[in-house]
């Protein structure tokens, strides 16, 4: 099976040096897979350059060649899908919002050049995952016995005690040992 998260760009390599010994997470078929470019995306430290996000693989089907003609990503963890920060900053803004209480300021003290509605659209987000969230932390460890009712500090405690030696990239373990995106 194709690892799709990779914790860095020299593991994403080490996956694409192996695609013609891997079969299509699609068809199943070994020896289609190809590299098919990059997936680019804003870099949060300079608004106008952009950075490589994920790498593209294409399953062949051309040329005589038996594969279904499908793509994926093999994406490093410290990005999130479809968000412009970075997992670091997604768990430090998640951290102060919850520790805080105010979304917008913990947002600000990121330094992002995201509008100030970003900062509400990024926490539903993550509000209407944490049921996803938790059950797959489930799997890894029952879940720490903490007094709060807040529903977001127990998604965060939860993924504090299934990932205790990443204490500062939970979310990227997350997703690199689970295979699955965060939010």
Excluded at 10 to 16: D, R
Excluded at 92 to 98: H, I, K, R, S, T
Excluded at 144 to 164: E, N, V, W
């Amino acid at each position: 099976m194709c690892r799709r998260i990779c914790r860095s760009e020299e593991e994403v390599e080490e996956v694409l040096a192996k695609l013609k010994t891997t079969a299509c997470p699609h068809c199943k078929q070994v020896g289609s897979l190809i590299r098919h470019g990059f997936l680019r995306g804003y870099d949060p430290m300079h608004l106008r350059g952009k950075t490589v996000r994920a790498r593209r693989v294409f399953c062949n089907n051309r040329n005589r060649s038996t594969g279904c003609g499908r793509t994926f990503s093999v994406w490093i963890a410290d990005k999130i899908k479809r968000l412009f920060l970075t997992a670091d900053s997604l768990w430090e803004f998640l951290q102060q919002a919850v520790r805080t209480g105010n979304k917008l300021q913990a947002f600000q003290s990121l330094g992002s050049r995201l509008s100030d509605s970003a900062a509400y659209r990024i926490w539903k987000r993550f509000d209407k995952a944490q049921s996803a969230i938790r059950t797959a932390l489930r799997s890894l460890c029952r879940p720490p016995q903490i007094t709060s009712k807040q529903p977001a500090q127990l998604t965060l405690a939860h993924l504090r005690a299934a990932f205790k030696q990443h204490p500062l990239d939970p979310l990227g373990a997350f997703q690199v040992t689970l295979q699955t995106f965060f939010v």
